[in-house]
């Protein structure tokens, strides 16, 4: 008798379980807000940007309501765990340290990683060439962990809370160079004013033991619906033309790559 009452108690759980399950018509989106062309904050307060649209037409694709939150980087996927959001948007790469936290859509998009320098600049990308030298990176990045796994013992790695701390500090000459996906650096840094006093140096880096298999969308691990219905909407964004639509306003080359 208490073996039944034990497997009808498991089953009502189970039951209860799956009556309570999500249905996913509200899809909130963790979203850094200070990582142009990916996500910035206007002067009014508004997100824009590749991921900002990306995330909206995701959720037109499900047709569910999209909620979009600004995080700051380093407490991102925290926040992702804590249930401030259901799924970080914010060109976080797909790496497998990351895996071990949270899950991943497949990529959504793959840029090559590149230094920034004041034109003119020689650098030696080697420990012995770059041995105490000042190199910016978000901190908690792929480019952090790249730059601490290669050169940690040597280069002076400069870690800031956003890009624009160093893209300040390049420019006052506190640091020699910054380390960040070039898109970003392109459109955060050389294409505003002054960026032509500065210009990419050194190898274009895609290695994925550090910068994964692209940018993809993290998820929770429980949630693996979401992630599902996340893959199949950003392959049918890209059959029907959406994405490169979206690519083009803010990218002039192929931003998925193969």
């Known amino acids: 008798m208490k073996k039944w009452l034990v497997a009808a108690a498991v089953m009502a759980a189970v039951g209860s379980t799956s009556v309570a399950a999500k249905d996913w018509k509200v899809v909130r989106f963790g979203i850094e807000g200070a990582y142009p062309p990916f996500s910035w904050t206007t002067n009014e307060g508004d997100l ?21 939150v600004a995080q700051d980087w380093d407490g991102i996927i925290p926040s992702l765990l804590a249930r401030k959001y259901d799924a970080i948007i914010a060109a976080m790469s797909i790496t497998e340290e990351r895996k071990r936290k949270v899950d991943f859509t497949n990529k959504y998009a793959l840029i090559p990683n590149k230094f920034v320098a004041e034109k003119g600049t020689d650098l030696t990308f080697t420990k012995e060439g770059l041995d105490g030298v000042k190199i910016g990176v ?5 480019h952090d962990k790249y730059l601490t796994d290669n050169y940690g013992d040597a280069v002076d790695i400069v870690r800031y809370g956003t890009f624009d ?6 420019k006052a000459g506190r640091i020699e160079s910054i380390l960040g996906d070039a898109s970003a650096l392109q459109q955060g840094l050389l294409d505003k004013e002054g960026g032509d006093e500065f210009e990419f140096i050194g190898p274009s880096l895609t290695n994925p033991e550090w910068f994964g298999e692209g940018f993809g969308i993290a998820t929770r691990k429980q949630d693996k619906a979401l992630t599902e219905k996340l893959n199949q ?3 049918s964004l890209r059959e029907k033309g959406v994405y490169d639509e979206i690519a083009a306003k803010y990218f002039d080359y192929d931003v998925y790559g193969e």
């Open 48 to 68: 824009k940007g590749f991921d900002v649209d990306m995330a909206n037409a995701l959720c037109e694709e499900m047709q569910a309501k999209c909620k979009i």
């Open 138 to 142: 978000q901190r908690a990045t792929t």
């Open 165 to 170: 701390e160093a893209y300040l500090d390049l």
């Open 233 to 235: 909407a950003i392959d």
